[in-house]
């Protein structure tokens, strides 16, 4: 018996490895095909710049005729070799099939231009760029370009990521007002903006808030957080640091829409509590309460039932 739960276990271990792996595999061919087509559908046809390693492929392909597709692979070869080591093998590898990819994609596959206007070019454009890219992100890896060099020049000068980002993409910026012209600087600025905004969307979908809640009468506030609002709480002690007396601390992560309510908790329950709120980017493991509806079935039977143990 021991042995085929041993075996079982190693197979449902190896089923979720094969699937993570395959959806990771999904997302890297979803936003490598996103990509190509802001490339080849908007960027390419009005002469358009991106950030990165795809705009320094468009810039020469603008002025030698140059394939981009091929530019941002061979563009990428040395920034690989170079940050490898720093990035991990797993993320390495990811974005190099993303970028052999988008080469096939960029250079072989027939698409006509969606548009021939250059502020849709590069607004929409952008949209779907940013797509890919959050797409790319998801799986683990990238698209390649600026932003695995910008993790080298941050291991080894510790220097801030966006920062090297926000130069290397102004100086292509810079280039390309000079070589091409102004208002392809501003147009490509536009979708710029317009990609990083997608990225920053699609990573953080809901704004959630963390609220540190310090009382003295925490067994209400707690009561109603999971009953009401069907949310986890991590409860702690602590020590005043004013009046040196005991406090209570709650710990809550809530959605922008569940703002208003946990204050309303806080207020009625306790006016003189003192709380902090918190901007959570990322929130990972169980967000709700993981069995709420059972919960409060069992705590109406109780209330109907005097025998019926009170639930955990």
């Known amino acids: 018996m021991g042995e085929r739960r041993r075996r ?3 197979l449902a271990l190896w089923a979720r490895r094969a699937v993570a792996l395959l959806w990771k595999l999904v997302l ?4 490598t095909g996103l990509f190509a087509l802001a490339v080849r559908g908007f960027y390419k046809p009005n002469s358009l710049m991106s950030g990165g ?12 005729g140059f394939p981009v597709g091929l530019g941002v ?13 720093y990035v991990g093998r797993r993320f390495a590898a990811l974005s190099a099939l993303g ?7 960029a250079d072989f596959m027939p698409l006509e231009p969606l548009t021939l206007d250059p502020m849709l070019a590069a607004i929409f454009g952008g949209v779907l760029a940013g797509l890919g890219t959050a797409s790319a992100i998801r799986a683990g890896g990238s ?6 060099l910008a993790v080298v020049v941050n291991r080894k000068f510790s220097t801030g990521v966006g920062e090297v980002l926000m130069v290397l993409n102004g100086i292509l910026v810079l280039a390309a007002g000079v070589l091409v012209s102004p208002e392809t600087a501003m147009y490509t600025l536009i979708a710029i903006f317009a990609s990083g905004r997608t990225v920053d969307l699609v990573q ?9 809640v310090m009382t003295r009468h925490p067994g209400r506030i707690r009561e109603r957080i999971v009953s009401e609002m069907g949310r986890g709480l991590t409860v702690w002690r602590a020590d005043g640091g004013f009046n040196r007396g005991n406090l209570t601390v709650l710990l809550c992560v809530v959605t922008k829409m569940e703002i208003r309510e946990l204050s309303e908790i806080v207020k009625e329950e306790d006016e003189h509590a ?18 709420v509806f059972q919960k409060l079935q069992r705590l109406q039977a109780w209330n109907r039932d005097e025998h019926y143990s009170p639930p955990d």
Not at 53 to 64: A, D, E, M, Q, R
Not at 99 to 105: C, E, R, T
Not at 204 to 212: E, I
């Open 73 to 85: 692979l061979l563009f990428n070869i040395p920034i690989f070799l170079l940050g490898i080591r």
């Open 274 to 291: 003192f709380t902090v709120v918190l901007e959570a980017s990322e929130v990972f493991g169980r967000f709700r309460h993981p069995a």
């Open 99 to 105: 970028v052999v990819l988008f080469w096939l994609v």
């Open 8 to 10: 079982a276990g190693g």
């Open 53 to 64: 390693v795809t705009g320094t492929s468009l810039l020469i392909n603008h002025l030698s």
């Open 204 to 212: 953080t979908p809901r704004p959630r808030k963390a609220f540190l």
């Open 143 to 148: 698209l390649g370009g600026f932003d695995i």
């Open 28 to 31: 890297t061919c979803t936003g």
